[in-house]
């Protein structure tokens, strides 16, 4: 099988980590560089030691994309950016894997899906649940109904990124699509999208921005189908990291897990806790899983409908916030 060459589109410190597993992986290697800033481009390849890589090196997307020798692309970019450049790539006849979230609102969402359905390309999203085995486990509970229905859904994740965030992009909301909620925060909202794989019906949220440009904290309460209750706060001014903890709380059990990237997790039948609940060995990186996917080894493991679902989510969430009243979805 011939080797999948992957351009790499933007150059900033998510994109280090692909860079790295795709320098790698046995059947790939990078066939081209995009960014805006040159100098983005020329820092990616010192801190990956590979300064001498002969790689094709470009600041215009719009050369990148016509760059014939490659098969996939790797999208690191600033959140609202992302609807455009992903439909560039597949016209362009790449498969794609874009960093979360997918998108930052429901039509450009609409707009992929239209896009990849007429072009036959893949697009995968760069979560963190799908490609964790603890969380892998909590949406075949869900779907399987090990503990019988998903009742209820609660959570909470805790950064102190109003600091870490502070003069950059992410307090742009035209840029960034939003606050703390499509950054760190959006990791527990990925991952209940994910393993419920089901629209919201009805959304309440409350904001506050804490001095910022953008939400840094939020409280949520949600109804998912079939009437999945959700209650998620998402603290983004907050000292210490806390770190994050849901709950997925079924008829005849329950989930503790850690729902930023599954470092932990607890299971509880009728009779109390599992020891050893049957965890699937099935770790994976985003990027290895994306080669291997485009390459018809597995089959992928996100889809622009879970960019759907949460894009769907957070329409409603700035909607309700804005209004102060709860708002249903449809």
Request: with cysteine.
């Amino acid at each position: 099988m011939k080797t999948t060459r992957i351009g790499l589109l933007g150059c900033g410190r998510i994109q280090r980590k692909h860079f790295h597993a795709v320098t790698v992986h046995e059947g790939a290697e990078i066939a081209a560089l995009c960014d805006i800033d040159a100098s983005r481009i020329a820092w990616i390849l010192d801190h990956e030691k590979a300064s001498d890589l002969e790689v094709a090196r470009y600041t215009s997307e719009a050369e990148f994309f016509a760059h014939r020798p490659i098969d996939a692309v790797v999208i690191s970019t600033p959140h609202a950016s992302h609807a455009d450049q992903i439909i560039a790539a597949v016209d362009a006849g790449l498969d794609v894997l874009v960093e979360k979230p997918m998108v930052t609102n429901a039509a450009d969402a609409e707009r992929v899906i239209e896009r990849v359905e007429q072009t036959g390309r893949q697009v995968q999203i760069g979560y963190n649940a799908p490609f964790t085995p603890e969380l892998q486990y909590v949406r075949d509970c869900i779907r399987d109904k090990t503990f019988g229905r998903l009742q209820m859904v609660s959570g909470y994740i805790s950064q102190r990124w109003k600091n870490y965030v502070k003069g950059s992009w992410r307090e742009v909301k035209a840029i960034s699509g939003g606050g703390f909620s499509y950054d760190s925060g959006a990791h527990p909202l990925n991952t209940l999208c994910w393993t419920i794989d089901a629209m919201p019906t009805e959304v309440f949220a409350q904001t506050d921005n804490r001095g910022a440009a953008v939400d840094v904290n939020m409280a949520l309460q949600a109804r998912f189908d079939p009437d999945i209750l959700v209650q998620l706060t998402l603290a983004g001014d907050c000292e210490h990291n806390i770190g994050s903890f849901m709950a997925f709380l079924f008829e005849d059990g329950g989930i503790e897990v850690d729902g930023w990237n599954g470092r932990w997790i607890r299971v509880f039948d009728k009779k109390g806790p599992i020891k050893y609940p049957p965890i699937p060995n099935s770790s994976s990186q985003p990027l290895d899983h994306f080669i291997d996917a485009i390459r018809g080894k597995v089959e992928p493991l996100t889809s622009p409908r879970n960019g759907l679902i949460q894009a769907t989510l957070m329409d409603h969430v700035y909607r309700s916030a804005e209004t102060g009243l709860p708002v249903k979805v449809g």
